[in-house]
């Protein structure tokens, strides 16, 4: 599937840049154009790939150029005001060969976080093919400030788009990792994921066609209906054999080469990469029963997919999820793995994001409470105690 990708703000910017990486990488031919929009001009320089004229610098009047600093209200006045600087960059993507847009942003900080949905909704209003977001969840250490930022981006950003793919930094940070070492390993998670999902269908020279493909239109009949979305991975290495074919230990090895392929192995081992998929860590955690549509890409080389093991895996996800609505496909790819890649959309039981929502309710009623404390507290300093002073004017 072809997208046009936007990334809003520092996080927004930083994963479409690490897009175009993992695109040239795998060739996968997923990304038809690449922006990025910032109201600050340091985060826009620090890119590598998103070509110079897709930067696009908002707020110059308000903030010149120096950010909005984690004001995500700020981030959503700027995002209007200057929304035609957007179109323009916009404008010049050729919107007819493109599938959907991308608006991807992290919904803690200030730029993104405001703007990201006023850009969804601008798009929604003028272009008709669909547009998704991908929202990142700050850190739960991040602090009050942030989360709140989170949960009242996260209510805005879902009800703009038509279809909210949310990750979770706080499933993937690791301990003991510098800031900016653990952002490079979560945005090749990211880029990861969602590249086997949205690639699937996009098939170049010289590469194999599926034998049940997954089409562009499949993955947006998973995300249509709207709602929150979650994404499921697995994968095992398979290793290159001395013959120059591929021998696995996803297939449990054995002298014989690809044509010693066990067919009822391969569809056992299938099964259970779904499985682990699914019930393993998702981009964001919640339960998956429940979820209203789902779409399975099993993918890696062609002799180690088999249709009998995407039907299983099917059957297994409509009984998990109680959905009718599972659709899945193989995507062929000459890689030394083997993967799963679950997309669950209208997912609604996820306690993550309730008690998000807790968080960021305790979170302003204290910096309300702080306020007018400090209020209180000022004028006390400042007025003496018998009032026997008077200001000069
Ligand atoms: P903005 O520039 O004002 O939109 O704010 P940022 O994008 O800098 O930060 C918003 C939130 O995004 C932070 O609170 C982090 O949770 C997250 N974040 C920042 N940088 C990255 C990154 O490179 N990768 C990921 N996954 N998250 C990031």
């Given at each position: 599937m072809k997208l046009a990708m936007i990334g809003f703000g520092q996080a927004g910017g930083k994963v479409v840049d690490r897009f175009l990486d993992y695109d040239d990488r795998t060739n996968s031919g997923i990304v038809r154009a690449a922006i990025a929009v910032n109201s600050a001009k340091a985060d826009l320089m620090g890119l590598t790939n998103i070509p110079q004229e897709n930067r696009i610098l908002i707020g110059q009047a308000r903030v010149k150029g120096h950010g909005v600093g984690a004001d995500n209200e700020l981030g959503a006045e700027i995002a209007e005001e200057d929304i035609d600087e957007v179109q323009n960059a916009v404008d010049s993507i050729p919107t007819h060969e493109v599938d959907a847009f991308l608006v991807v942003a992290g919904m803690g900080g200030g730029t993104g976080s405001g703007g990201a949905p006023v850009l969804a909704k601008h798009l929604k209003r003028i272009y008709t093919i669909p547009v998704y977001g991908l929202g990142i969840l700050p850190g739960t250490d991040e602090g009050g400030i942030y989360t709140l930022n989170a949960a009242r981006s996260f209510q805005t950003f879902v009800r703009e788009v038509d279809n909210l793919l949310v990750f979770d930094n706080d499933s993937w940070r690791q301990t003991g990792e510098s800031m900016e070492g653990g952002y490079d390993q979560i945005n090749e998670e990211i880029v990861r994921r969602f590249g086997v999902l949205f690639g699937a269908g996009e098939v170049g020279e010289g590469q194999e066609v599926a034998e049940s493909v997954v089409d562009s239109s499949e993955i947006i009949n998973t995300l249509s209906g709207g709602g929150v979305s979650t994404v499921g991975y697995a994968s095992e290495d398979v290793e290159l054999n001395t013959s120059g074919g591929l021998l696995s230990r996803f297939t449990g090895g054995g002298g014989g080469g690809n044509d010693g392929l066990d067919a009822a192995n391969t569809t056992n081992r299938i099964t259970s990469l779904v499985r682990k998929a699914a019930l393993g860590r998702l981009t964001l955690p919640c339960e998956i029963d429940g979820a209203e549509r789902a779409l399975l890409v099993l993918s890696g080389p062609s002799?180690?997919?088999?249709?009998?093991?995407?039907?299983?895996?099917?059957?297994?996800?409509?009984?998990?999820?109680?959905?009718?609505?599972?659709?899945?496909?193989?995507?062929?790819?000459?890689?030394?793995?083997?993967?799963?890649?679950?997309?669950?959309?209208?997912?609604?039981?996820?306690?993550?994001?309730?008690?998000?929502?807790?968080?960021?309710?305790?979170?302003?009623?204290?910096?309300?409470?702080?306020?007018?404390?400090?209020?209180?507290?000022?004028?006390?300093?400042?007025?003496?105690d018998e009032d026997e002073l008077e200001p000069l004017f």
């Open positions: 002799e180690y997919l088999n249709r009998k093991g995407i039907e299983r895996g099917r059957k297994w996800l409509e009984e998990e999820t109680g959905s009718m609505e599972v659709r899945g496909g193989d995507f062929p790819r000459q890689v030394p793995e083997v993967s799963a890649a679950i997309l669950l959309s209208g997912v609604t039981n996820v306690p993550r994001i309730k008690r998000l929502q807790q968080v960021a309710i305790e979170a302003q009623d204290n910096m309300e409470d702080i306020q007018s404390e400090s209020q209180q507290n000022l004028e006390s300093l400042v007025e003496d």
